[in-house]
């Protein structure tokens, strides 16, 4: 039980704001560079997709609190997780579209898997997580896609 002194998954109103806040600005910034390359997945979709990890995050957190199950509540908030990143692998699955031999879509489910992992960083409290993991995927979406195009191995 010492293992949960320093961990307090009580969350007040506040830093529940702040970290559904802190998932929707990540999710925007990643998907605001989708959108603007016309990207099917955008800013609306990774929004909601950040939101909704951290969403569900705090609600597995909270429920297991609530319930008083302090020694479950890693586990169950762990399964609770796995769920959110096989439910955005679905999703993403959805956005690989093969067509004349080519398959297209592959970074934007893997830029949906990403952003929810930022919203269950943003949702468990892990702020520098979520900061260094958005801008690390912002960085590898912007400058290699610059790569992509010196190399032409992408038109812009």
């Known amino acids: 039980m010492e293992k949960f002194d320093s961990i307090d998954l009580h969350v007040t109103l506040l ?3 702040l970290r ?3 998932a929707v600005a ?3 910034l990643i998907g605001w560079d989708r959108e603007s390359k016309g990207r099917d997945a955008g800013l609306r979709t990774h929004i909601m997709v950040a939101l909704g990890s951290a969403g569900f995050t705090l609600i597995a957190m909270q429920m297991f609190m609530t ?3 302090v020694e479950t509540a890693t586990g169950d908030a762990v399964r609770i997780m796995a769920a959110i990143i096989g439910g955005v692998g ?3 699955a959805g956005a690989i579209i093969q067509s004349g031999g080519r398959v297209r879509g592959l970074t934007t489910a893997a830029g949906l898997w990403v952003i929810a992992a930022v919203g269950i960083s943003a949702g468990a409290g892990f702020y520098s997580n979520a900061v260094f993991v ?3 995927a ?4 912007t400058v290699l896609r610059r790569v992509e195009v010196l190399t032409g191995k992408r038109d812009e």
């Open 67 to 69: 319930l008083g199950a």
């Open 90 to 92: 679905f999703l993403g």
């Open 134 to 136: 958005t801008i690390l």
């Open 138 to 141: 912002f960085l590898t979406l």
């Open 20 to 22: 559904l806040l802190l």
């Open 15 to 17: 830093e529940e704001a």
């Open 26 to 28: 990540c999710g925007a």
